[in-house]
């Protein structure tokens, strides 16, 4: 993806009335954005709560903090939590800029998102393309969306001090974030301009798997297919990938994500096998019964890829926390980690272990 793109904000029309800012004294309210990438995809419009207008000048923001929705949908509700923290960070709000897309489902026709990109339930999560809203023959991934809005924020000619992009995700969000992280090909184009890019991943579903492999006790085994014929797919392996990364190599996409800059946030008691929205497909089961245990069996994972210590990925146990993403992201880590100031900036914020692993030892089997 080319990082020039040419962006026209359009005032959002929702439930008949214009939308001039990103926020108001009862309910924020969303943007519409006109994203015109370069040729030879198609222009689209998409939703992006703000604390600024995004058609206004934006040469103060030093900042930008993405904060992805899970799987409700329920963007004005990370919004108005982000905003939350960043009043309680103490940092200069005319300084930071933060978006949270808001991407538009199939059960969300009220919503006001009119002549837009719609994606199923739950494909936008991992990547999938829209399945309304685009030209006949035209394809437009989730994945592909943070594309354009990093290439929107990161244009120097309107955000000209800008030095730090962050994009965070809980749960279902903590999926779409993951993905990204793995299998853009943008990252290190951004952080060649001199921008620092980085990614917090907070209490997804599920995780994607570099290899066939799965955990099997203390380390790292081939997966019996006969128990999940599917396991390997896409969204949890390698095979069948969606449109955006295909011909993308298992082995050569963990060489190229260990460099980049990663945080995984997992909550203690976010352990619930049961979970109403947990994803309890086989290949999902495969990675482990909950959040937290999926969690640290793929912290392992990475370090049984490298065999070695990975410093450009960190990772938290937030004490005593379930799946609540104000909680998570509140967390003092979590404050620390988004608007980087001290752990202490939140001190009624859940405490956090950083966890430091010792090297799996081999299977035998299949690895890089």
């Not at 040419?6 to 005032?11: D, K, P, Q, V, Y």
């Not at 969606?242 to 260990?258: E, H, P």
Request: hydrophobic fraction near 35%; aromatic fraction near 8%; glycine fraction near 8%.
């Amino acid at each position: 993806m080319s990082v020039i793109l040419r962006a026209t904000i359009i005032a959002a029309v929702a439930l008949g009335t214009v939308c001039v800012s990103a926020a108001s004294a009862d309910k924020p309210v969303w943007q519409r954005i006109h994203l015109t990438p370069a040729a030879p995809r198609e222009s689209y419009d998409f939703p992006v709560y703000a604390n600024h207008p995004l058609n206004q000048d934006l040469s103060a923001i030093r900042e930008v903090i993405v904060i992805q929705h899970g799987i409700q949908r329920d963007g004005d509700h990370y919004f108005e939590a982000a905003m939350d923290l960043l009043k309680k960070s103490g940092r200069d709000p005319e300084q930071i800029l933060i978006m949270a897309p808001n991407f538009p489902g199939t059960p969300d026709k009220n919503k006001g998102f009119d002549g837009m990109p719609v994606w199923s339930v739950q494909g936008w999560t991992g990547g999938d393309n829209a399945v309304t809203g685009m030209p006949p023959g035209t394809c437009l991934s989730s994945l592909t969306v943070i594309d354009d809005l990093i290439a929107l924020v990161a244009d120097k000619s309107r955000t000209p001090q800008l030095q730090r992009i962050t994009i965070a995700g809980h749960s279902g969000g903590g999926q779409l974030v993951h993905r990204y992280a793995v299998l853009n090909s943008v990252d290190e184009k951004i952080r060649a301009r001199g921008l620092e890019l980085s990614y917090l991943i907070a209490n997804p579903s599920s995780y994607l798997y570099f290899t066939p492999e799965r955990p099997s006790g203390n380390t790292f085994a081939n997966y019996d297919s006969q128990l999940c014929k599917d396991y390997d797919q896409y969204r949890y392996g390698m095979k069948e990938m969606v449109s955006y990364a295909n011909g993308m190599d298992g082995i050569a996409l963990f060489q190229r994500y260990r460099q980049r800059q990663v945080t995984y946030l997992a909550g203690t008691a976010d352990n619930d096998p049961n979970h109403r929205v947990l994803d309890k497909s086989c290949a999902a089961e495969a990675e482990g019964p909950t959040r937290i245990e999926r969690a640290r069996a793929y912290w392992r994972y990475e370090l049984y890829l490298a065999e070695q210590a990975l410093p450009q990925h960190r990772r938290y146990e937030v004490t005593d926390v379930g799946h609540d993403q104000g909680k998570m992201f509140g967390s003092q880590c979590g404050m620390q980690i988004l608007f980087h100031v001290n752990s202490t900036a939140n001190p009624s914020g859940a405490a956090c272990q950083p966890i430091e692993l010792t090297i799996p030892r081999s299977s035998g089997s299949q690895s890089p």
